[in-house]
């Protein structure tokens, strides 16, 4: 998997663009321009760095399946819990990336207010999609082992054995 950064040119442009468009709107005190930048920059570059370190160990995971996996069959299911768990991490910093759009004071900026009620719309709303959409994988995951658990499902381990034979599954599972 490449590692994908997160750009903000897009986000600047926007930015730019709506404070020449919009009327000023009342609020909270408002931030200079290069103190908001500063600040909306930083929660993109953490949520960036947070994600690429849970990728980096996601990868980490995958790496010890094979032989995991050769020795104990059952360990593709330590290796859900894990993505899951990586899944809740994403989800915990999407959502604290949204708080943090949405607790940003408005740019002091002709219409600051309104340039901050779009942001929090784009940026906020949108992560909060993300961080649920997490958290479903997440909680899907970790109920394989649980739903799968029964002894009576594929007792002979058909199913297994396509499983590690499958091309499909190489990348996961060497």
Do not use: H
Request: hydrophobic content about 45%; proline content about 5%.
């Amino acid at each position: 998997m490449k590692t994908r950064v997160v750009g903000i040119g897009a986000g600047m442009v926007l930015v730019s663009l709506l404070a020449a468009a919009v009327p000023a709107a009342a609020g909270s005190k408002p931030l200079k321009p290069k103190k908001w930048a500063a600040s909306f920059c930083a929660t993109i570059i953490d949520v960036r760095d947070d994600v690429t370190e849970i990728q980096n160990e996601s990868l980490d995971l995958a790496g010890g399946l094979e032989d995991a996996i050769a020795s104990d069959p059952n360990a593709i299911f330590a290796y859900l819990n894990g993505v899951a768990s990586g899944l809740e991490d994403a989800a915990e910093v999407v959502t604290e990336a949204a708080e943090d759009i949405q607790s940003l004071r408005p740019p002091k900026v002709k219409g600051g207010g309104e340039i901050k009620e779009i942001i929090d719309d784009l940026f906020g709303g949108g992560l909060e999609l993300i961080s649920t959409e997490f958290q479903t994988a997440a909680n899907d995951l970790a109920a394989i082992d649980d739903a799968t658990d029964d002894p009576s499902f594929d007792p002979d381990d058909i199913l297994l054995r396509a499983l590690e034979r499958s091309r499909a599954c190489r990348p996961i599972a060497g």
